[in-house]
């Protein structure tokens, strides 16, 4: 667990007072809850890297996971810097946010060079139509292509086959990861608008 100095502490209590929050029902704060929390959920430390404090937004039934930095300046001010969130769906059990309803997102065989279908897609799991030229049972290298043509690197290792469909565990590191949980939290907020209307970001 992080430590937070004293002048850490004091800058997210005046942060997160009642008092910043206003009466407005444009407010976040009306509406969803924020926190800081400086321990993470082991479910999801190995999906956030090496984040040692966040910012936890709950919106519905999702919560929002910001990597958090502060950053200190030359007047010893400190400013946050948040990261791009990893979406949590709460519904059912706390998993990644899985979307099942992808167009022209692609996985191609680092191996064989073929390009394969993506049925849905988490930060930590993939579906994929399999050919049958593809090995079922091993670790690959793959590259999973987003809409706008960007490549993202990632391992791949199947977890179970059924009627021609591969569940597998994914990961990414770095700029990958950065790609991966870029990409989701842009569906996220597409699919459900109405929850992100009284956010200013």
């Given at each position: 667990?992080?430590?937070?100095s004293r002048?850490?502490?004091?800058?997210?209590?005046?942060v997160?007072?009642?008092e910043s929050?206003?009466?407005?029902e444009?407010?976040?704060?009306?509406?969803?809850?924020?926190?800081?929390?400086?321990?993470?959920?082991?479910?999801?430390?190995?999906?956030?890297?090496?984040?040692k404090?966040?910012?936890?937004?709950e919106i519905?039934?999702?919560?929002?996971?910001?990597?958090?930095?502060?950053?200190?300046?030359e007047?010893?001010?400190?400013?946050?810097?948040?990261g791009?969130?990893?979406?949590?769906d709460?519904r059912?059990?706390?998993?990644?946010?899985?979307?099942?309803?992808?167009?022209?997102?692609?996985?191609?065989?680092?191996?064989?060079?073929?390009?394969?279908?993506?049925?849905s897609?988490?930060?930590?799991?993939?579906?994929?139509?399999?050919p049958?030229?593809?090995?079922?049972?091993?670790?690959?290298?793959?590259?999973l292509?987003l809409?706008?043509?960007?490549?993202?690197?990632?391992?791949?290792e199947p977890?179970?086959?059924?009627?021609g469909?591969?569940?597998?565990?994914?990961?990414?590191?770095?700029?990958?990861?950065?790609?991966?949980?870029?990409?989701l939290?842009?569906?996220?907020k597409?699919?459900?608008?109405h929850?992100?209307?009284?956010?200013?970001?």
């Amino acid at each position: 667990m992080s430590t937070l100095s004293r002048e850490e502490l004091a800058y997210f209590s005046d942060v997160f007072s009642p008092e910043s929050s206003g009466d407005s029902e444009d407010n976040v704060f009306s509406k969803h809850s924020l926190s800081v929390a400086t321990e993470i959920p082991q479910v999801l430390s190995h999906i956030l890297g090496n984040a040692k404090l966040t910012l936890l937004a709950e919106i519905s039934y999702y919560r929002l996971w910001f990597p958090l930095q502060l950053k200190q300046d030359e007047f010893g001010q400190f400013t946050p810097e948040l990261g791009i969130p990893e979406v949590v769906d709460m519904r059912g059990g706390e998993r990644s946010w899985r979307i099942d309803d992808l167009k022209d997102v692609r996985v191609m065989d680092n191996e064989t060079s073929k390009f394969v279908e993506v049925l849905s897609l988490s930060s930590s799991g993939i579906t994929i139509k399999i050919p049958k030229e593809l090995d079922t049972r091993s670790p690959r290298h793959t590259q999973l292509i987003l809409p706008n043509g960007t490549h993202v690197d990632m391992e791949f290792e199947p977890v179970r086959t059924e009627n021609g469909v591969m569940a597998a565990k994914i990961s990414a590191e770095g700029e990958s990861r950065q790609l991966l949980r870029q990409f989701l939290f842009s569906q996220h907020k597409a699919k459900y608008s109405h929850l992100y209307e009284n956010i200013n970001r």
